[in-house]
């Protein structure tokens, strides 16, 4: 299906342009300008499970002080249509899956921030504060049933249900090393009781906007979840850059609006290694399907194992 004629199913007047902003690991993201305005189409190969439950998040997300972005009825008043995963497209067949979730919402104004930049990384762990602080409202009971996230690395992708099929897919000479660590991160978890709530679980600089020093919105709830309340600081301090300043920024912002306990910042690098862990077994996923390269799984074992050696054993300064 061409993508002007997808767009055609909402109700936004005349479609002058559909853009590709920039493909992604888990979706395309495209700027539509019409008549009526600017709005953003994402595809993805989203389940039914996370569709039902980022649409019914959003939905009870009121009152924020920035924008999220909250998909639009089609005119039939579907909330997203199902497409083929080809339509020609290489980028879209790159997603994987069976079929493909095209959703449309509203543009927000407002540019990524600069990794690296202190100033707005304090503004945007403010902000991730104030979104976790809103979602700690909702007892995950109350919204559509959903995995929780955990270090259960057997149920992150359908193709990886063993973790020693997982170490196959990596190099001979670092293999060693990542079965050391995920055992080292299993068995750091087990029986772990930290607090927990609905989480973004997918928080970064690619997330999140600005415009001047205002957060004007926070993006791709697509993987929002039940998990330990601490993760979404522990998962954004990689991404708004390595050195101590911009990390005790974002820290800093985020502590301000949101205080977590003294044993929730003991856990920070233990919870940073198990996101790193996730997000390799998930990319492991991906390469077993054809839609990532071996030396693309490779990458990211190296980030893992950089991220090991620059991290304490526990604690955070």
């Not at 407002?110 to 700690?136: S, T, Y």
């Not at 193709?159 to 299993?186: G, H, Q, T, Y």
Request: aromatic share 8%; glycine share 8%; net charge negative.
């Amino acid at each position: 299906m061409e993508l002007v004629e997808l767009v055609r199913a909402w109700p936004v007047g005349a479609i002058e342009t559909v853009v590709l902003v920039a493909p992604g690991t888990n979706n395309l993201t495209y700027f539509v300008e019409a008549s009526s305005g600017r709005f953003v189409l994402r595809l993805s190969a989203a389940t039914p499970d996370r569709l039902a439950f980022e649409q019914a998040l959003c939905e009870r997300l009121t009152g924020l002080p920035f924008a999220i972005p909250m998909p639009l009825a089609t005119i039939g008043g579907r909330p997203w249509i199902e497409i083929e995963p080809d339509g020609g497209d290489p980028d879209r067949r790159g997603l994987g899956g069976t079929r493909l979730v095209a959703r449309l919402a509203r543009a927000i104004p407002g540019d990524h921030p600069r990794r690296g930049d202190a100033v707005q990384a304090e503004l945007c762990g403010r902000a991730l504060a104030q979104l976790d602080h809103a979602m700690a409202e909702l007892p995950p009971e109350s919204l559509p049933p959903i995995r929780e996230w955990n270090a259960e690395f057997t149920t992150l992708h359908p193709r990886v249900r063993s973790l020693a099929r997982f170490f196959e897919l990596l190099p001979a000479d670092r293999r060693e090393a990542a079965r050391e660590f995920f055992d080292r991160v299993i068995q750091t978890f087990d029986g772990c009781d930290l607090p927990r709530q609905v989480i973004h679980a997918d928080f970064g600089v690619s997330n999140v906007l600005l415009a001047g020093y205002q957060v004007t919105g926070i993006l791709d709830l697509e993987f929002a979840c039940p998990g330990y309340r601490a993760m979404d600081l522990a998962a954004a301090l990689w991404s708004f850059g390595t050195d101590d300043e911009t990390a005790k920024a974002f820290r800093r912002g985020y502590l301000a609006e949101f205080p977590l306990t003294d044993s929730e910042l003991a856990w920070i690098p233990h919870l940073q290694r198990l996101r790193e862990a996730t997000s390799l077994v998930h990319r492991g996923g991906r390469h077993l399907d054809g839609h990532i390269s071996a030396t693309e799984l490779d990458d990211r074992l190296n980030r893992l194992l950089t991220l090991d050696a620059s991290l304490p054993l526990g604690g955070f300064g």
